[in-house]
Nanobody, 117 residues
Framework: QVQLVESGGGLVRPGGSLRLSCTLS????????MAWYRQAPGKQRDLVAA???????NYADSVKGRFTISRDNAKNTVYLEMNSLKPEDTAVYYC???????????WGQGTQVTVSS
């Protein structure tokens, strides 16, 4: 299957920025749609942004215009650039890889993002 390792979380003030990274190993990166999800305490895990192997993207309405997802297929890495962060962005952020045609995929361990003054 796949192994996913995330990095880049932390504590940031409202209005600040963070960049999350997720590196995939164990399979061919380019065949996967990569996505970031987040889960706040007591809430369900929700999609934040996704990017296909060809580079098509989609975003949750709550992050459009503030977050940017990108991928570097040569580095087997997906990024989430988060700007104008708000307290409601506080959550554990999870990286996901998915290829429904082949039935392959997996989750990262999660990285905490806290937006607070």
């Amino acid at each position: 299957q796949v192994q996913l390792v995330e990095s880049g979380g932390g504590l940031v003030r409202p209005g600040g920025s963070l960049r999350l990274s997720c590196t995939l190993s164990g399979n061919i990166f380019s065949i996967f749609t990569m996505a970031w999800y987040r889960q706040a305490p007591g809430k369900q895990r929700d999609l934040v942004a996704a990017i296909t192997g060809g580079g098509s993207t989609n975003y949750a309405d709550s992050v459009k215009g503030r977050f940017t997802i990108s991928r570097d297929n040569a580095k087997n890495t997906v990024y989430l650039e988060m700007n104008s962060l708000k307290p409601e962005d506080t959550a554990v952020y999870y990286c996901n890889a998915n290829n429904r045609h082949l039935g392959l995929g997996g989750w990262g361990q999660g990285t905490q993002v806290t937006v607070s003054s």
